[in-house]
């Protein structure tokens, strides 16, 4: 098995859920799958919840030269205002850039590249990187994000995504 991390929301801030899923080489397809999945129950008890519309499905993952190409179901783009689709977007890119061979992370819905997201007109013409999200949502992995999978809501994290790392075995 390997240990990785799901990022998931707590509020308006990111937060890191530690999944154990069979030893794979596609670490990445394995993390976005649990991330689709959404929170277990004990991390939503935790305060855990996502951003991400219920039967948004990945349809494809490539890897290459650092930028991981992720490709979802067009409901992933459905609803929700400008911090819901910021927050739905950092949670994949937070996701995938855990891993040493992502550094950045460019987007499709239905096969098709993405440019312009949602109808709040996010524009992605050029791959995500984590510090390219607003201020407040880059500083939360940088300074806030914790890893509050086995927390009660009102209990401090003790884990952050920078200890989390890449997946262990």
Do not use: C
């Amino acid at each position: 098995t390997i240990t990785l991390s799901v990022y998931f929301l707590r509020g308006e801030k990111i937060g890191a859920a530690r999944r154990t899923v069979p030893e794979t080489q596609a670490v990445g397809r394995a993390a976005l799958e649990e991330l689709l999945g959404g929170p277990t129950p004990a991390e939503t008890e935790a305060g855990l919840i996502s951003g991400i519309p219920e039967g948004t499905e990945l349809l494809g993952l490539s890897i290459e030269d650092g930028i991981a190409t992720v490709d979802l179901s067009g409901v992933y783009d459905d609803g929700g205002g400008s911090l819901a689709m910021f927050t739905r977007l950092a949670q994949v890119v937070f996701t995938l850039t855990q891993f040493p061979t992502v550094e950045s992370v460019s987007f499709e819905l239905d096969g098709e590249p993405v440019e312009t997201f949602s109808s709040e007109g996010i524009v992605l013409g050029h791959p995500r990187l984590v510090e390219r999200f607003p201020e407040e949502i880059s500083a939360m992995r940088a300074n806030g994000a914790k890893d509050v999978a086995a927390a009660p809501p009102d209990a401090a994290p003790d884990t952050t995504p920078e200890d989390a790392g890449a997946p262990s075995s």
